[in-house]
C-alpha cells in the first residue's frame, strides 16, 4: 500500500509505501496551497482541493499523470474532500461559501449543492453510505 500527503511548505503532493521507502513527488507544477486530498485506488485517481491564487478541485492519476482541473469557478476555500464510491460522487466543503457540494468524479459534471449554512466555516467532510459528515470551527 501507499500513502499520499500534500506539503502545505513546498506546495506539492507526494507518495511513498507504507513504510515511508520509495518516497517522490507525484505533483508540484501548478500548485499553489495544495489543502486535502481523496485517492480513489480502484480507478486510479487521485483529487486534491486547492487555496491557492486559482482556488480549484483537481483530479490525477495516482502517478500525476493526466492533470485536469474539475472545478475552477464559484468556489474559495475548498477544505476537505471525499468519494462516495458507490454513487461514484465526489465531495466537498468550502469554508468561505459555506457549502457541501458535489460532482461526478469522472466527468466534474452534475455539480449540484448538498447543503448550504451561513457561518458555518466548514473544515472537513466524509461519506458513508447514505450519511453526510462534516466538521467546522
Known amino acids: 500500500g501507499n500513502i499520499y500527503w500534500t506539503d502545505h511548505g513546498f506546495n506539492l503532493i507526494e507518495v ?7 518516497r517522490y513527488v507525484i505533483l508540484s507544477q501548478g500548485l499553489d496551497q495544495p489543502r486535502s486530498i481523496a485517492v480513489h485506488p ?6 486534491w482541493t486547492e487555496w491557492g491564487q486559482s482556488p480549484c478541485i483537481g483530479k490525477a492519476h495516482l502517478d500525476g499523470s493526466k492533470k485536469v482541473l474539475l472545478v475552477s469557478l464559484g468556489i474559495a476555500w475548498p477544505n476537505g474532500i471525499s468519494i462516495d464510491y458507490e454513487e461514484n460522487k465526489l465531495y466537498w466543503c468550502d469554508a468561505r461559501t459555506d457549502k457541501i457540494e ?14 448550504s449554512g451561513s457561518n458555518v466555516d466548514m473544515f472537513s467532510v466524509a461519506v458513508f453510505g447514505a450519511y453526510i459528515y462534516w466538521s467546522d470551527r
Do not use: Q
Not at 511513498?16 to 520509495?22: H, I, T
Open 102 to 115: 458535489r460532482i461526478d468524479l469522472e466527468s466534474g459534471g452534475n455539480r449540484e449543492i448538498v447543503l
Open 42 to 47: 480502484e480507478k486510479g485517481y487521485l483529487f
Open 16 to 22: 511513498a509505501r507504507l513504510n515511508g521507502s520509495f
